[in-house]
């Protein structure tokens, strides 16, 4: 739909899918292919390397300016993906944190290389209870992040967000797909298999020795490595990758119905009903 829209309205992609900026996980995340980059071009794709450190606030500044280059030109601009943090930050912006410190970043991998992501997960809830309830707990990212900012600046993480942001000065309007969650899980399961057809065993045994790199804490691979280390047989491998994707999507689910002024069109007339929605837009 994102490509659809943007052949219509002339204009230009931004991914926020944050799987989807490192290069070597193609098949795992489902990168557009380079047919589909071929119809509209898309931003933040493959743009980096599993071995470097790209943050949110980076990528807010980022895509912030690539919008004001798009906007010198067009009127509009598509941005999509399934990383809601990652579009919140350029849509509402974040918070003046600063930049993650390197040594507290070696002390909080020390500490899950030798005590577990679940000490991790503790010390947050030691340090800041509130934001421990609210964030994703699997998600190592979000969980590394806010010590690192509690560390830093003496402040539990809640605090730190309840800072005043800065307004935009761009209009946005949010479109969201809405399925049965019955239509959901079964296109998850038929894209898993796909991804195993299109060579994901290949890809992720390609990335074992990157295996404790956040970026590579991500579905689709964390089971295969578990098979590569004679933990699971194959089939039940898949069969995990296939769960957690669709948990994975549970939450996305919840975040998205939660965000405001979502327009929500059905997912099988999605192009239809979006066009019809921005024609009585003035874009």
Known sequence: MAIDLAKHLDTEIISCDSRQFYKELKIGTA??????????KHHFVGHISVDDYYSIGQYEMDALKKLDEIFTEKDVAIMVG???MYEKAVVEGMNDL????????????SI????GFEALQDLLKNLDPDYYSKVDKDNPRRILRAIDII????KTYTENLSTPKIKRDFETIRIGIDAPREII??????????????GLLNEAKNLLADRN???LQTVGYTELFRYFDGEWDLDFAVEEIKKNSRRYAKRQITWNKKLDNVN???YDNSLQEALSLLSNLPI
Request: aromatic residues 8%; glycine residues 6%; charged residues 30%.
């Open 213 to 215: 790199k956040v970026a």
């Open 264 to 266: 929500w069109v059905n």
């Open 185 to 198: 899980y079964e296109r998850i399961n038929l894209r898993v298999n796909k991804m195993m057809e299109n």
């Open 82 to 84: 399934g990383s809601g």
């Open 151 to 154: 560390w830093q600046t003496g």
């Open 31 to 40: 990168t557009p292919t380079d047919t589909e980059l071929a119809e509209a």
């Open 112 to 115: 899950w290389e030798n005590e």
């Open 98 to 109: 600063p930049e993650a410190d390197e040594e507290n970043q070696q002390k909080l991998l």
